[in-house]
């Protein structure tokens, strides 16, 4: 996709082949702090709770498609660079739709202290450090923390890209 750096390892997945593909972003600033909003209390999933950028790939998108849309609609800013793959997984929500996700460490532009959340669906936002990761587990079942897991992820893949360069 025009404009957008993708590493080169990462092999994107075929969102065409029929599947319920769903895309997240861990954006770190240059603290070394992840960006965490806050789901509304009216969402049909994971309502109230902790989450990354990212949502839905929509017929005909590719993953870096989604993660520009989704990146510029939750946050106003623009995805620049998708860096490192962090995590797949496969999870069903009560819809009995399973969602195939992938969730990459990726680098905006913007103004970072001020996102603009999307309204209605997100409430509040934080920047985490890996010494706030517990923040994120809000009050769930401990098998449904992987938006921490992932977050921890980005965190370790950012520092690691840092001491490599």
């Known amino acids: 996709m025009s404009g957008i750096e993708i590493a080169e390892d990462i092999v994107l ?3 065409g082949d029929g599947r319920c593909w769903v895309a997240g972003a861990v954006v770190v600033d240059d603290r070394g702090r992840a960006f965490a ?3 509304s209390p009216d969402r049909k999933v994971f309502p109230n709770c902790w989450d990354v950028v990212g949502g839905h790939v ?7 498609e989604a993660l520009a849309r989704e990146v510029a609609e939750e946050t106003g800013w623009r995805l ?3 860096e490192a793959e962090l995590f797949r997984l496969v ?3 009560g ?13 905006v532009e913007g103004d970072l202290s001020a996102p603009r959340l999307e ?4 409430t509040e936002f934080a920047w985490v450090g890996e010494d706030r990761l517990d923040l994120l587990h809000d ?17 370790q893949a950012a520092r690691n890209r840092r001491r490599a360069r």
């Open 139 to 155: 009050h769930r079942d401990p098998g449904d923390y992987f938006i921490a897991d992932i977050v921890r992820l980005g965190l």
């Open 95 to 107: 819809d009995g739709v399973p969602r195939h996700e992938v969730d990459y460490l990726v680098r």
């Open 13 to 15: 997945p075929d969102t």
């Open 37 to 39: 909003q806050r789901r």
């Open 58 to 64: 929509e017929e005909g998108e590719t993953v870096p």
């Open 119 to 122: 309204a209605g669906k997100h």
């Open 91 to 93: 999870w069903t929500p």
């Open 80 to 82: 620049r660079a998708i």
